[in-house]
């Protein structure tokens, strides 16, 4: 079996276009919490509640762009079965890819605006199913976890970078102690996201 890359820079307009879809990134979700067990197109159906007939081009996509690949086939009624395992165990977006004119800004923030779309719907769905431990002002409820904060303010720009260091801080520590084995661990989800205004051109005004 090949070797899982510990992590992929991705630069390639490619490669954007197939991170660029909520569905996809689904895929490449479930087989990180999944990791190092491969999965078929049809457990990933199971575990997406997708038809596994929708999943077919996507997962193909993955596979073209080497985002995942295949650990090991076998035949099922005659029909040659793949199962699927991450190529790396996690992805950086390339510097270059924002750079002016490097790429179409549409085809850059591609695959941003997908996890974005990502999780709002897993949100949404998780909310409607009553699965989210949401804050609750009844007495005697424990104390949620789920925190939910949106804030827009001025900074120096040698806090900002202060800032976008203790946050980095923190995701790197939780990607080094990976997934708790504990019975009484819960599922977490944790969208960052951080970004600076350049200063206003005053010859625009």
């Known amino acids: 079996m090949d070797e899982q890359l510990n992590e992929r820079e991705v ?27 491969p999965l078929t197109v049809k457990e990933i159906a199971t575990a997406l509640d997708e038809p596994p007939t929708k999943l077919y081009r996507h997962v193909k996509q993955l596979e073209q762009t ?26 950086r977006l390339s ?59 001025r900074l120096r720009p040698e806090r900002v970078v202060r800032l976008r260091n203790q946050l980095g801080g923190i995701l790197d520590e939780l990607a080094a102690e990976g997934d708790s084995t504990d019975p009484d661990a819960v599922d977490v989800t944790l969208l960052s996201l951080l970004y600076a205004l350049k200063p206003a051109d005053p010859t625009e005004s």
């Not at 197939?18 to 990791?35: C, F, K, S």
């Open 11 to 37: 630069g390639d307009l490619a490669t954007l276009k197939a991170l660029a879809d909520p569905v996809r990134l689904a895929i490449i979700g479930l087989l990180t919490q999944r990791d190092p067990k």
């Open 95 to 153: 510097g270059a890819v924002f750079a002016d004119g490097n790429i179409d800004r549409q085809e850059a923030i591609g695959p941003l605006l997908a996890a974005l779309d990502l999780v709002r719907t897993e949100f949404r769905n998780h909310y409607l199913a009553d699965r989210l431990n949401l804050p609750s002002t009844a007495p005697g409820k424990p104390a949620s976890p789920a925190m939910f904060s949106h804030f827009t303010l």
């Open 66 to 91: 080497a985002l995942i690949k295949v650990a090991g086939t076998r035949v099922v009624s005659g029909i040659t079965e793949s199962r699927y395992r991450l190529a790396q165990k996690s992805l």
